[in-house]
């Protein structure tokens, strides 16, 4: 059975990552659709679309950034306008996909919100969605509609093989991470490490116990899908500095960064060499002053997954190096 050719490709933006959509834009080769996102007065949303999507394959970039909840309205409303004006198809296109913590009952009488976010994109009418490094692999299964899952972990690793000169290790900050790190540390030619980390209650605050494997002497990357508050990564920075580690890099695909992963880890008494992030959100609170900070685009990435699901062609094979 031959896939169903949907026409031209429109891509749009909400207002959440629009430099982003720009870029996604330049890539591929094509214009940004034109539309409206605004909120009135009262804070309502209203959505546009000033070009005609009629039977188009639509694709809508919109990262769950702060403000939050603002930004999961605009999405909601720009598929469903999408929807009420015929668009052939329709994909949500969401580098960073917030709530994702929320993925299980693991306390007593609470959500799984990261669920109920799905069923809202769906009931909104998307018919696909695109992101990239969720929380938690089973979010995939919180859709009825197909789900396309990038990651940029191979980027950040390879750009950390590049510039590392003693025997790399790409270092876990939780046993969660064990698998990454040694995926990722078999990529570049290294050795993986994992920090024994305990959190306790809903304070955000975790504390590093114990390291398995060596980095005394080595360059280490310390690697997470994101970065809120900064507690697991400052201790996992200490716990390889404790342990001699020669430099210690931070990376993470998702530069949350709320207020107090400022106070934790902008400054040199943190022990961080350099801070290495993508560009799935925009950096709403400001930029690091007292370490370097590397951004990697994302754009293509996203440009060519986009292509390809327009096209029917593989996205898995964007990896298979």
Same mark, same amino acid.
């Given at each position: 059975?031959?896939?169903?050719?949907?026409?031209?490709?429109?891509?749009?933006?909400?207002?959440?990552?629009?430099?982003?959509?720009?870029?996604?834009?330049?890539h591929?080769?094509?214009?940004?659709?034109?539309?409206?996102?605004?909120?009135?007065?009262?804070?309502?949303?209203?959505?546009?679309?000033?070009?005609?999507?009629?039977?188009?394959?639509?694709? $809508?970039?919109?990262?769950?950034?702060?403000?939050?909840?603002?930004?999961?309205?605009?999405?909601?409303?720009?598929?469903?306008?999408?929807?009420?004006?015929?668009?052939?198809?329709?994909?949500?296109v969401?580098?960073?996909?917030?709530?994702?913590?929320?993925?299980?009952?693991?306390?007593?009488? $609470?959500?799984?919100?990261?669920?109920?976010?799905?069923?809202? $994109?769906?009931?909104?009418?998307?018919?696909?969605?695109?992101?990239?490094?969720?929380?938690?692999?089973?979010?995939q299964?919180?859709?009825?509609?197909?789900?396309?899952?990038?990651?940029?972990?191979?980027?950040?690793?390879?750009?950390?093989?590049?510039?590392s000169?003693?025997?790399?290790?790409?270092?876990?900050?939780?046993?969660?991470?064990?698998?990454?790190?040694?995926?990722?540390?078999?990529?570049?030619?290294?050795?993986?490490?994992?920090?024994?980390?305990?959190?306790?209650g809903?304070?955000?605050?975790?504390?590093?116990?114990?390291l398995?494997?060596?980095?005394?002497?080595?360059?280490?990357?310390?690697?997470?899908?994101?970065?809120?508050?900064?507690?697991?990564?400052?201790?996992?920075?200490?716990?390889?500095?404790?342990?001699?580690?020669?430099?210690?890099?931070?990376?993470?695909?998702?530069?949350?960064?709320?207020a107090?992963?400022?106070?934790?880890?902008?400054?040199?008494?943190?022990?961080?060499?350099e801070?290495?992030?993508?560009?799935?959100?925009?950096?709403?609170r400001?930029?690091?002053q007292?370490i370097?900070?590397?951004?990697?685009? $994302?754009?293509?990435?996203?440009?060519?997954?986009?292509?390809?699901?327009?096209?029917?062609?593989?996205?898995?094979?964007?990896?298979?190096k």
């Amino acid at each position: 059975m031959m896939a169903t050719t949907f026409n031209e490709i429109a891509i749009f933006s909400g207002n959440g990552h629009p430099a982003l959509a720009e870029e996604i834009c330049t890539h591929m080769g094509i214009k940004l659709g034109d539309c409206d996102v605004f909120q009135f007065s009262n804070e309502e949303v209203f959505v546009r679309y000033l070009d005609n999507v009629r039977e188009r394959d639509v694709f $809508i970039v919109q990262p769950i950034v702060s403000p939050v909840n603002t930004s999961l309205m605009e999405l909601f409303i720009m598929i469903d306008a999408a929807r009420r004006a015929s668009a052939g198809r329709i994909t949500a296109v969401v580098p960073y996909y917030a709530y994702g913590r929320s993925d299980k009952k693991d306390q007593p009488r $609470i959500p799984i919100t990261a669920r109920l976010v799905a069923n809202f $994109i769906e009931t909104a009418g998307a018919d696909r969605l695109l992101s990239m490094d969720m929380h938690a692999g089973q979010i995939q299964g919180f859709f009825n509609v197909p789900v396309d899952e990038l990651t940029a972990f191979p980027l950040l690793a390879d750009y950390f093989g590049s510039i590392s000169q003693l025997s790399p290790v790409v270092v876990a900050p939780d046993s969660g991470r064990a698998k990454m790190a040694r995926d990722l540390s078999e990529r570049i030619g290294g050795d993986f490490a994992i920090v024994d980390k305990q959190r306790t209650g809903n304070n955000e605050v975790a504390e590093a116990m114990n390291l398995v494997g060596s980095v005394e002497g080595r360059d280490c990357l310390v690697l997470d899908d994101e970065i809120l508050t900064g507690g697991t990564i400052a201790a996992a920075v200490d716990t390889a500095r404790a342990n001699g580690a020669r430099t210690v890099r931070v990376a993470c695909v998702h530069p949350v960064f709320a207020a107090r992963a400022y106070e934790l880890l902008d400054h040199q008494d943190a022990g961080i060499d350099e801070i290495i992030f993508t560009d799935t959100l925009p950096l709403v609170r400001g930029e690091f002053q007292s370490i370097p900070q590397k951004t990697i685009s $994302i754009a293509p990435l996203l440009g060519d997954a986009i292509n390809r699901i327009h096209s029917g062609g593989s996205v898995g094979a964007l990896f298979n190096k």
